[in-house]
């Protein structure tokens, strides 16, 4: 056990058992797996992406780029996890990833001797021979190779839920700065959200041992986050990542609800995706220290110095026995003391600055310290011992088993990239940092490149009071607060040369300083091209702890300076999210919103089967018992129709009511044919255009009073139909006098159709006259059923004598149960919208085949309908030569020679004989259906010449189906062409 | 402890779109239903009417409990200042009240509903789960009432009940499930 006997922010009362690898260990609550499973002595915990190299624990943080593991099983396994952020709870099952057969024994580790072959880009350079393997051979073999955890396959079981923030203020990182800051703004009573990705606030003060007003940071940290938990106006969100910012001052935020829990309570989602709207926000996301680049250092026991004060102060776990600490700036040598404080060997302290030895006098005088010198080589997986390079130029050797690095801070500034401003280089901090931050937002503390603590504090009140100030907020009192100002020099050493083995820059994606200088050699020069070419950064961990590194390495490989060279832009997010994260409960039947017509229940209870006709779900067919299949039953459908009566639910259609004295004329240049004459109770069928003179919808125009129309739509354009409508009234022709409102949901309605419609029609409506005197085709009335407002069209697609009854949406289940009723006595079906296309393709009804948005009104066969007496949208445009062209497909009808052959919608249209290649192909079927009432299939196609073509045959050409077809070009109208039904 | 909420389906009520004929103001419209009716997105009631403002020159009025013709009622007494739609059987109303309330809206629709910000007689137009709705705050409990297209209802339910099933979890004093 490597769990020191006292101290740390751990519960030792509350002992949680855990499994690495299958093997049993115990922690306490409050750990993380990474910080249980260093006090318990395991320092080999995972294999790199290329070369399979044994891995540790680097950091204490989210920028973790080596300790991933997969965690939890089955369907809940998360792979690529980071040890370092991973709660520990009682039964965690973690296991090691990227390994065959064993951590321990990776066969795959051969790819180090391989290593050669796998520089940067290597795959743009090999396996191009031949080049059909490629495929089938290379890729997969490197895919199989090179990699990280294994996506479970299983469906998701968790939940994840989404929540919207707004606030004054929204503080990012509750370290020092950030809880300075929300404090400030909490006290002068702005809402402020307060967002911190640990499992408690404070931060740095968590691993560190300096006081704040007196008294220790975590007290100071209690202190502070009881007084703003107090506080109405103040939001505490933990264990909460803010991984992006957007435009309109907008936060993305991933709160994990459930993650520390063994799995969510029922009900509870297991994360929660947060959007925040902040208008000021304060970054104090805080830094993240660099590795030093050197032989070995990713070897396990080479660790972040900062982990390393983490590890023993914050969770009471000793990194190693005997430590080695390599600085090159002041903070290592505090992680020095904090090792001696645990009782932890510290061999030496390898400064690499000439003058690294001031900082000595922190330290007893038996510990070994050495000022400009480095550490060249680490040896032994786990570490053994580091080869160092004295000042003179001498190399020794240390024995170790831990060696802490320190290589310098650098500001956390990703998420202040995010809108496209690129970080720029200090000098006075030797890193990068936001320039042009996003509106709204100013980084403090670290993040800001204020890296002490006293100064972190004072630049969190600081940056608080301006935000407030410009929300109009008084701060009379300003927190001031204590604390020491501890020494934060730091002389970057971005590379140590004469190291004999391999020196990485990104631990994770596995890019050493060989890759970056022949990335450089190959002319990859721009900061940008060297990231994508040796894929820097690109990891999981999106090179938090690499990316300064590489490009101080780029620049001196190309003799510029860092400042020239400049940085790469962050993107969100900021850290991995889970893809279910942003999907909330929109997955599997709730992956879009779906629409019911009021009588679904009812329709599903006779036995009918839906399809989605956009969001809608429409009622197919109703299937009777001994059908054996769903021809016979749309057939039965038909043929019961058109020889008796049908009732059909045809509640989708788009409903709009125009109003206002300029509504006829609206409507007049909203559609081709003349509207105006519309005598008040009668239906007019229109048809629209669009700007571009193509046919954007068709539908039916009701009367209802001298300035009040009704209008029915297509089901799939009812809301662009709308929206165009909006468009003409608000922008086209603001002067005019006229309301448009969708009352699409307001109405249920029903088609009943077929010669005993009348009847049927006459039984709900027992004292109002259906005689075709009385009520002609295209009649239209107001009137009630039931003692409910209620809406009779005599119009019909069917073909057939047809009325569409129509009530409020909330009685519509009610009146398809009477209209069930009634028809039973008569022999009526329902029908579904299966059997209603066969029956408009049977009258040549154009349907969404032919309105596709590439016909005009003439391919339609409507071109007469274009009103000359008038203007309206598209008219112009519909005069275009090549929308008038002669040889446009227009709307034929087809019949196949042989009628035992089906024709199929898709298939193009080929002269007998001509060779099946495009420049022969003459159009193609639009709709297809088999006619139950011509006993053989029937086709509506779009065809060159079509009206002159009757009677003349045509090779109907179907290459993914079946064989070709010889097909007669007949009317579009198969059934009563004379109308005689539809008016009986 | 967990929040309080509770749902409920409203039934009887009356709803029509009232859009103002050009150039008609909103007094004249309020006049003519015996109140002032709102020139921004918030509410005002009279005489068992309430009018909420949806948009420029656009409201939905609102009453409990109406005759099957409310709506040729209303136009009627609008004639000539505005357009009227009955949408009575359109929306299925829901009343969330309670402190969950505000916490499930507020996970839904991406508006800020602190007290300071929407108050007791605000109207919001906007999405939630991809549905559009309109909901008003009724009073300071919070209640408030949601106006769901009728064919949506089903998709509306599932995420509201997703939504409050992680609210009414007992949760920690410290925070909202």
Redesign the interface.
């Known amino acids: 056990m490597s769990r020191l006997a006292e101290g740390g922010l751990i519960d030792r009362t509350k002992p949680l058992r855990f499994s690495f690898d299958g093997r049993h260990y115990t922690g306490f609550a409050g750990d993380t797996l990474a910080s249980a499973l260093i006090a318990n002595g395991i320092r080999l915990v995972g294999r790199s992406f290329k070369y399979h190299r044994p891995r540790g624990i680097l950091s204490a943080g989210s920028e973790e780029p080596n300790a991933l593991v997969t965690l939890r099983k089955g369907d809940r396994a998360e792979p690529d996890s980071r040890a370092t952020t991973i709660e520990l709870f009682d039964g965690l099952a973690a296991t090691s990833q990227n390994r065959w057969p064993s951590l321990d024994f990776d066969m795959m580790a051969v790819n180090q001797i391989a290593a050669p072959l796998f520089v940067a880009g290597f795959y743009y350079k090999t396996f191009m021979w031949p080049a059909k393997f490629w495929e089938k051979l290379y890729e997969p073999l490197i895919r199989r190779a090179a990699g990280l955890g294994a996506l479970s396959t299983l469906p998701d079981p968790d939940s994840y839920d989404r929540e919207h923030g707004f606030c004054d203020l929204l503080v990012i990182g509750g370290g020092p700065a950030g809880l300075a800051a929300a404090l400030t703004a909490g006290r002068a009573g702005a809402r402020v959200i307060l967002v911190d990705e640990d499992r408690i606030f404070g931060g740095r003060l968590l691993g560190e041992r300096y006081e704040v007003d007196g008294v220790a940071g975590v007290d100071w940290t209690n202190a502070a986050v009881a007084e703003l938990a107090s506080l109405a106006n103040v939001r505490l969100l933990l264990r909460t990542t803010v991984f992006g910012i957007y435009d309109g001052r907008e936060y993305g935020a991933i709160e994990r609800v459930a993650d520390h829990l063994p799995q969510p309570a029922p009900g509870q989602p297991r994360q929660r995706f947060w959007k925040i709207i902040a208008r000021r926000a304060i970054l104090a996301s805080g830094a993240i220290e660099r590795p030093l680049v050197f032989g070995g250092n990713d070897r396990p026991g080479v660790m972040l110095a900062s982990a390393v004060s983490t590890y023993v102060n914050r969770y009471a776990a000793a990194p190693g026995r005997r430590a080695v600490v390599f600085t090159a700036s002041d903070s290592g040598w505090t992680t020095a003391a904090d090792l001696m404080t645990a009782d932890i060997q510290v061999a030496a302290v390898i400064d690499s600055r000439p003058d690294g030895g001031v900082s000595a006098s922190r330290l007893p005088h038996d510990v070994e310290t050495f000022s400009g010198a480095v550490v060249v080589d680490a040896h032994g997986a786990p570490l053994r011992g580091v080869d160092i390079r004295a000042a003179d130029g001498r190399i020794r050797r240390i024995e170790a088993d831990l060696l802490a690095m320190a290589g310098g801070w650098t500001p956390a500034i990703g998420l202040g990239a995010n809108l496209g401003s690129r970080p720029v280089w200090s000098e006075s901090i030797q890193g990068f940092l936001i320039d042009v931050a996003p509106p709204g937002l100013q980084p403090a503390g670290a993040a800001a490149g204020t890296f002490s603590l006293g100064a972190a504090l004072a630049d969190g009140v600081a940056k608080a009071v301006s935000a407030l100030a410009d929300l109009g907020f008084a701060v009379s009192a300003p927190g001031r607060y204590e604390a020491s100002d501890e020494p934060s020099g730091v002389t970057p050493l971005w590379h140590v040369g004469g190291s004999r083995t391999k020196a990485f820059v990104d631990f994770q994606h596995d890019v050493t300083d060989t890759d970056i200088a022949l990335a450089a050699r190959e002319g990859f020069v721009s900061i940008e091209h060297l990231k994508r070419y040796t894929t820097l950064g690109m990891a999981t961990d999106q090179g938090k702890t690499s990316q300064l590194n590489g490009h101080a390495l780029l620049a001196a490989a190309t003799g510029k300076s860092i400042a020239e060279a400049g940085t790469v832009l962050s993107r969100p997010p900021y850290g991995p999210v889970a893809i279910g994260a942003f999907a909330g409960h929109h997955r599997g039947a709730g992956f879009r919103p779906e629409r019911r017509t009021p009588a679904h229940d009812w329709a599903a209870s006779q036995g009918a089967s839906f399809i989605e006709a956009g969001l809608w779900k429409r009622a197919r067919w109703f299937a009777r018992p001994g059908e054996r299949d769903w021809q016979e039953t749309v057939n039965r459908e038909v043929t019961t129709t058109r020889g008796t009566a049908g009732i059909c639910d045809v509640s989708t259609l788009g409903k709009i009511e125009i109003e206002g004295p300029d509504a006829a004329l609206l409507l007049d240049r909203l559609y081709i044919n003349t509207i105006s004459t519309l005598p008040v109770g009668r239906v007019r069928y229109g048809v629209m255009l669009r700007e571009d003179g193509l046919v954007m919808d068709d539908g039916t125009v009701t009367r209802l009073a001298e300035d009040r129309f009704f209008l029915t739509t297509t089901t799939a354009n009812a809301a662009t139909v709308m929206q165009h409508i909006d468009h003409a009234r608000q922008v086209i022709w603001p002067e005019l006098d006229v309301q448009a409102v969708s009352v699409s949901e307001q109405w249920a309605s029903f088609s009943v159709a077929g010669p005993e419609a009348r009847r049927l029609a006459q039984r709900l409506l027992p004292d109002f006259d259906l005689a075709n005197s009385a009520f002609p085709f295209m009649a239209a009335v107001e009137t009630v059923w039931q003692t409910l407002p209620a809406r009779l069209f005599r119009v019909s697609y069917s073909g057939e004598l047809a009325y569409e009854i129509a009530v409020r949406a909330d009685h519509g289940e009610v009146l398809a149960r009477a209209l069930h009723t009634v028809g039973q006595e008569f022999g009526a079906t329902l029908y579904g919208i299966e059997a209603l296309g066969v029956m408009r393709i049977e009258k040549g009804h154009p349907g969404g085949g032919e309105l596709n948005g590439q016909t005009t009104a003439a391919d339609l066969g409507m071109g007469r309908m274009m009103s000359r007496k008038k203007d309206f949208i598209g008219q112009v445009m519909a005069a275009r030569p090549g929308l008038t062209a002669p040889d446009r497909p227009c709307l034929v009808g087809l019949r196949p020679v042989d009628p035992r052959q089906r024709l199929c919608a898709g298939a193009h249209l080929l002269p007998g004989g001509a060779a099946a290649v495009a420049a022969n192909d003459q159009g193609h079927v639009t709709s297809a259906a088999f006619s139950p009432t011509l006993g053989h299939s029937i086709a509506l196609a779009l065809l060159a010449h079509g009206a002159e073509r009757h009677g003349e045959r045509i090779v109907v050409h179907d290459p993914v189906r079946g064989p070709d077809i010889e097909a007669e070009i007949c009317s579009p109208v198969f059934v009563d062409p004379e109308g005689i039904r539809v008016h009986g | 402890m967990a929040e309080a909420l509770t749902i409920r389906t409203r039934s009887g009520f009356g709803l029509a ?1 009232i ?5 008609v103001a909103a007094g004249a419209i309020g006049q003519a239903l015996g109140l002032v009716a709102p020139a921004g997105p918030v509410w005002t009631a009279a005489e068992g009417v309430m009018l909420l403002g949806t948009g420029p020159g656009v409201w939905l009025a609102h009453a409990e409990t109406v005759s ?2 409310w ?2 009622g209303l136009r009627q007494r609008l004639a000539g200042l ?10 299925v109303v829901l009343r969330l009240s309670g402190a969950g309330a505000r916490i499930a809206l ?7 509903l ?1 007290p ?2 929407f108050r007791p007689d605000a109207v919001v137009v906007t999405a939630i ?3 559009g709705v309109t909901f008003w705050q009724v009073d300071a409990v919070p209640t408030y009432d949601i106006a769901v ?4 209802i ?3 339910h ?2 509201l009940d ?2 409050a ?2 609210i ?2 007992p949760v920690p004093a ?2 909202e ?1």
Not at chain 2, 19 to 23: F, V
Not at chain 2, 82 to 91: I, K, N, P
Not at chain 2, 149 to 152: A, D, L, T, V
């Open positions: 779109t859009t103002a004929r050009k150039g099957p013709f709506g040729d505005a357009a009227v739609s009955d949408q009575s059987g359109a929306c507020r996970r839904g629709a991406s508006i800020d602190d300071a910000a789960a991809h549905i297209p009728r064919s949506f089903g998709s509306f599932h995420w997703v939504t099933a992680a009414r979890l410290s925070g499930a």
